[in-house]
């Protein structure tokens, strides 16, 4: 009866297991995976520095805009009114006037640089410079995080790998364990034997844990070098990547001049040096004369300034008389006039109050408290640091280039020896295991022969990897696109 119960719990499991792994299967099946182009691509399009550095050339563009639109002239207009009560001079009447009066000012004016020791055409030349430099900077941090995604999509390949050794060294183990388990059971061997390769077991599959941990972290660097949401599932293609066809450049001189004419690192520099020089020549035309054309209309209007309006005749006698050709004496009247007044209008302010200029402005520097002197020095001593920030670019390129040179030379000789050792290794597991399963070794020299295995195939693909790394990263340095 229980092994009845039993057997219906077994096959409850294995039915529950069975419908597990098809729904795992079907959702592996249609979930997208990416190859290395497409990470690399949409890294590109999404990473977040990259969009920052973005937009740091649009500021570099509008600069260059705004250094060019600096040589036309200017254009400028004024408007203000003002009120003031108590005495003063009216300034569009010229009298004195106690009454509250409102005035309004009118101008526009203009002006031009004729010549300033060409500053704004070296400006202008300096911004083109930079802007180029951060174009090239943009080219370097895609650069690297080119490479960035493509060294956690090797260590992707890599864990995937080791986690593939360390399952089928535990399903060798769990054979064993079933073997040895049987030969306790019959009497033929010793518990300790199976204790021993329980051990073993145990051991294992903790570095499988290990391995699947690493595997997931590994996705994990990936997926956020993308800027991919981590909750969602992600996979990679897994190319068929053998380094056969890999080959590594005749010496590092070979990559190091295709890269110091090519690589954004060594432009960014050049371009910083040659903005310099054009810094300094600005710096040297403060000492110029300044030469400006300025012009300019200017007009008013006051409610103080009156006009006639109206004139009327008064007569007045002025006490004196007159005789007619009768002799009779009449008086005598004087007429006075009688004005009537109004402000005077607008338009006609405007007119008789305008008034305009012509220009022609000479500025020449004598003396400014040294100041053109120490600009002119700071710039010399700016462009001496970025010679040497070039100078110090080029060799810590053709350090790390010699480097790459030197690691995969080495990885690849690693790779070889290991391979090597591999196969002595399988080969003496392969003895060491027939022996044991006829009690002429004991399970610690067994379980040491697979051990050495194990090492051996994870020394072999860390050596493959590396060595497939610095061979890409060459391979990048000489123009080449990275695929696998």
Known sequence: ??????????????????????FISASLFGQKKWNLEECINYALTNNIQIKQQELNTKISENQVLQSKLALIPNLNA??????????????????????????????????????????????????????????????????DISLNVASAYLNVLFNIELLETSDKQLAITIQQEDRIKKLVDAGSSAKGDLLDIQAQKANEELQKVNNENQLAISLLNLKQFLELDTVKDFNIVRPNVSIENM???????????????????????????????????????????????????NSGYSDARQEIDQISMQAQANGGWAQDAS???????????NYTYKTKSFNDQLRDNASSYLMLSLNIPIFN????????????INMLNIRYSLDLTKKNLYKEIEQKYLDAIAAKKKYLATKTSLQAAQEAFVYADKKYSVGLINSLDYNQSKNKVTKAQSDLLQAKYQYVFAVKILDFYQGKAIVL
Do not use: C
Request: charged share 20%.
């Open 1 to 22: 009866m229980m092994e009845t119960k039993n057997n219906f719990r077994i096959n409850v499991m294995m039915r529950t297991a069975t419908i597990l792994l098809l």
């Open 327 to 337: 002799g009779n004496r009449l008086p005598t009247y004087v007429l006075y006039p």
């Open 369 to 380: 408290g040294w100041q053109v002197n120490t600009n002119i020095s700071n710039s010399k």
């Open 78 to 143: 004024s408007l203000s009114r003002n009120f003031s009560h108590g005495r003063r001079v009216d300034s569009y009447t010229n009298e004195f006037t106690t009454q509250n009066t409102m005035s309004d000012n009118y101008g526009i004016n203009s002006s031009v640089t004729l010549f300033n020791g060409f500053q704004k055409l070296n400006t202008i030349k300096k911004n083109q410079l930079d802007l180029q430099a951060a174009l090239s900077d943009l080219d370097k941090l895609k650069n």
């Open 247 to 297: 080959n590594i450049p005749s010496t590092p001189k070979d990559v190091f001049d295709y890269a110091i004419a090519n690589l954004p690192q060594i432009m960014s520099a050049e371009y910083r040096l040659k903005a310099s020089e054009r810094s300094l020549m600005i710096a040297k035309g403060m000492r110029s004369p300044n030469l400006t054309l300025g012009l300019g209309y």
